[in-house]
C-alpha cells in the first residue's frame, strides 16, 4: 500500500463539460503520474510531475492538462471532455531511488 | 511503435500448472524490467522485477527471466493458483534518468480450477 488515494472512484459527465480527477499522496514522494487504461491498449501515460509545479506531457497528453501545487496532491484536467476520453484513470507514484511505480485504485470516467 | 509487447492476449492454465507469461522489447536502451498484476476494478500491483545486469530473480512461486540477447523477459508462476487469475503487465524503464515506464498490452491469465 502505498499510501495513493484517487477521487472520484467513478464520474459519469457529459460531452463538453470541465472534469478534474484528483490524486492524493501520503508519503511525500516526489514522482506522480496520470495513465489511462483502454481495452487492447494497456496503460498509456497522459503527464507526469517530478516535483511542485514541475510536470512533463507524456504519451497521450492531448486534451488534458494537470497541476501540482502541493507535494501530496495532482490532479488531471479535462478541459472539455470527449467520449474519447471515457478510460479508467489511474495515479501512480514512484518510490525515490527505484523505477518501480505503485498505483492508486482507479477512477472510472464515462463521458455520455 | 511499440517498444514493449505481450503477444498472448490471453492464457488459460490448469490450476497447479506452470503459467509462463512473455514479454518482448525493443528499446535496447531498456535496462530495468517489471510484472505488474491487475484484477479488475483495482489498480495494478507490483510483483516482481529484475535489472539487466541478473538473468532471473525469484520470489516464491514468481520466477522472472530475463534474456538480454533475444529481448525477451518472461514470468513463470509455479505452481499457478485460482487466485493468480488477472490481467498482467510487463514494463520496461531506460534507466535512472528516464523516470518513465513503459508498459504492455497485458496478458489475461485464467487459472482453471
Known amino acids: 500500500d502505498a499510501g495513493i488515494t484517487q477521487s472520484p472512484r467513478h464520474k459519469v459527465t457529459e460531452t463538453g463539460t470541465p472534469v478534474t480527477l484528483r490524486c492524493h499522496q501520503t508519503e511525500n514522494h516526489r514522482y506522480m503520474y496520470w495513465y489511462r487504461q483502454d481495452p487492447g491498449h494497456g496503460l498509456r501515460l497522459i503527464h507526469y510531475?517530478?516535483?511542485?509545479?514541475?510536470?512533463d506531457k507524456g504519451e497521450v497528453s492531448d486534451g488534458y492538462s494537470v497541476s501540482r501545487s502541493k507535494t501530496e496532491d495532482f490532479l488531471l484536467t479535462l478541459e472539455s471532455a470527449t467520449s474519447s476520453q471515457t478510460s479508467v484513470y489511474f495515479c501512480?507514484?514512484?518510490?525515490?531511488?527505484?523505477?518501480?511505480?505503485?498505483f492508486g485504485p482507479g477512477t472510472r470516467l464515462t463521458v455520455l | 511503435d511499440q517498444q514493449v509487447k505481450q503477444n498472448s492476449p490471453s492464457l488459460s492454465v490448469q490450476e497447479g500448472r506452470i503459467s509462463i507469461l512473455n514479454c518482448d522489447y525493443t528499446n535496447s536502451m531498456f535496462d530495468y524490467f517489471l510484472w505488474y498484476k491487475k484484477y479488475p476494478a483495482e489498480g495494478p500491483t507490483f510483483l516482481i522485477s529484475?535489472?539487466?545486469?541478473?538473468d532471473k530473480n525469484e520470489d516464491g512461486r514468481f520466477t522472472v527471466f530475463l534474456n538480454k540477447s533475444a529481448k525477451h523477459l518472461s514470468l513463470h508462476i509455479v505452481p499457478s493458483q485460482p487466485g493468480d487469475s488477472a490481467v498482467y503487465f510487463c514494463a520496461a524503464s531506460a534507466g535512472a534518468g528516464s523516470y518513465q515506464l513503459t508498459f504492455g498490452k497485458g496478458t489475461k491469465l485464467s487459472v482453471i480450477p
Open positions: 529484475i535489472s539487466s545486469i541478473k
Open positions: 510531475s517530478y516535483g511542485v509545479k514541475d510536470t
Open positions: 501512480a507514484i514512484r518510490r525515490d531511488l527505484t523505477d518501480t511505480q505503485y
